[in-house]
Every structure is written in C-alpha cells, then in structure tokens.
C-alpha cells in the first residue's frame, strides 16, 4: 500500500488533475499508479507531463530514453520505475533482455549509446558533478550539447520518478523487476 495517497480513479483524482490524466489513458489505455500518485499535485502532474512530451520531440531516440530510464532506476534502486521501464524497453523501444541487462548496468551494447548511459550513470553518482573531460568525451561520441542537456534532463526527470516511487513505496503495476541489491544505509 503506497504511503501516498494513489486515487483509484480519474474521478478521484484532484479536479484539476482530471483532464491530463484522461490524455494519459486515451494514450495508453490505461493510468499507472505513478501518473495517479503524481495527480496529487495537479501542477506537478502538468510539468511532469509536460517536460516527458517535451523530451519526446526531443534530439535523442526513445531507445536513449530508455537505456537511461533504465540505468537511473537501477542506481536508485527503484523497483516501480525499472519495472516500468523494462517493460517500455522491451515493448516500445524494441530493446533486447541483453541490452536491457547491459543498461541497468550502466552501459550498452552499441557504442554511442554506451557512451550515454556511461555518461548519464556518471551524471546521477556523482551529483551532476562531471569533469571538462567527460563532457569531451561524450562530444566525441558524436552528441551536440542540445543532446549533452537532454542527457541531463532525462536523468533529472528519472531522479524525480525514482524517489516519488521510492518514498510513496508505489505499488507496481507492470510485471514486477526488482533492483539488485543496494545499500541504502546513510552511515
């Protein structure tokens, strides 16, 4: 049971929240729990969606998107978005189980993007905190600085879904992939 408060229903969600989340049903013909959770916020629900169409359009594949997702969530240790996100790779994105294991492992099984999902596991362990030289190298690899900045953002935006989930303890509504093992202790 999520520590948050998930309404059951479009029509249980805040009035206001209503409408973005009936545009989520109409496209995937059903509302996940994180949609739901997140409409407890109707604002937070807009930028959300927003910033995820945003990104759709955006220089960088859906497969990138993806491979990243994928690698985010298991850094954090999320089980709700790895399962959700092993569940797009595997049936939007088109991506294969080694591939999908490779990522969850920070990295990839094709060579520009190995170097995205190295650079974005990078980004999230070291806080953002990335050398002159990584962003040289990821140059080399073949991506502009537009794509550079939604690598960043995608990472970002994962960070956000990873933690919600993590502190509501979101109940998984896609066939269920745990985490490896994490340490979570704070000493």
Do not use: W
């Not at 249980?12 to 013909?29: C, I, N, W, Y």
């Not at 999320?78 to 959700?84: E, Q, R, T, V």
């Amino acid at each position: 049971m999520s520590r948050i408060t998930v309404p059951a229903t479009i029509a249980d969600a805040p009035m206001a929240s209503q409408p973005l989340l009936a545009a989520v049903e109409k496209k995937l013909g059903t509302v996940p729990n994180l949609f739901r959770l997140i409409s407890n916020s109707p604002s937070a629900l807009e930028g959300y969606l927003s910033l995820s169409r945003a990104l759709s359009r955006g220089a960088l594949s859906p497969q990138t998107g993806e491979r990243i997702a994928l690698a985010i969530a298991e850094i954090n240790g999320c089980d709700y978005c790895l399962s959700a996100h092993t569940y797009l790779a595997k049936n939007q994105a088109n991506l294969g189980e080694a591939e999908i294991a490779a990522n969850r492992n920070g990295s990839s099984n094709d060579a520009k993007d190995d170097v995205a999902v190295g650079f974005a596991a990078h980004v999230a362990l070291s806080f953002g905190h990335v050398s002159a030289a990584d962003i040289r190298s990821i140059r080399r690899a073949g991506y502009s600085d537009a794509q550079i900045v939604e690598l960043i953002l995608r990472v970002a935006l994962s960070i956000f879904t990873n933690y919600l989930n993590i502190a509501a303890d979101t109940e998984i509504d896609f066939p269920v992939v745990r985490a490896h093992h994490r340490d979570t202790s704070l000493g």
